[in-house]
Nanobody
Framework: QVQLVESGGGLVQAGGSLRLSCAAS????????VGWFRQAPGKEREFVAA????????YYADSVKGRFSISRDNAKNTVYLQMNNLKPEDTAVYYC????????????????WGQGTQVTVSS
């Protein structure tokens, strides 16, 4: 089992940057694939990005491709989401999630979720 804690959210102007962190408990973090999702008010949760066990494979939603970058440091049990050129439509609560094996691909089901961190982008 793994516990996830997100941090790094905040208020930023359009065009700005933020880096979110997802810190995991446990000594086997490298055994989990990790995804970032977001949920805006009144909207369904949507996939943002995902990363494989060692970080060799990354996946992105079309809406963030070229602006966001996912990475991980297994020695620190942490996954990062670097968000550049932020837009007001990126405003949402961002969640990280982990699972041992993707079933249905990186946009599929995850077993463990963090509590979320708020990102607000002003125009």
């Amino acid at each position: 089992q793994v516990q996830l804690v997100e941090s790094g959210g905040g208020l930023v102007q359009a065009g700005g940057s933020l880096r979110l962190s997802c810190a995991a408990s446990g000594r086997t973090f490298s055994s989990y694939v990790v995804g970032w999702f977001r949920q805006a008010p009144g909207k369904e949760r949507e996939f943002v990005a995902a990363i494989t066990y060692s970080g060799g494979g990354n996946y992105y939603a079309d809406s963030v491709k070229g602006r966001f970058s996912i990475s991980r440091d297994n020695a620190k049990n942490t996954v990062y989401l670097q968000m550049n050129n932020l837009k007001p439509e990126d405003t949402a609560v961002y969640y990280c999630a982990a699972t041992v094996t993707w079933i249905g691909g990186p946009r599929g089901a995850y077993d463990y979720w963090g509590q979320g961190t708020q990102v607000t982008v002003s125009s």
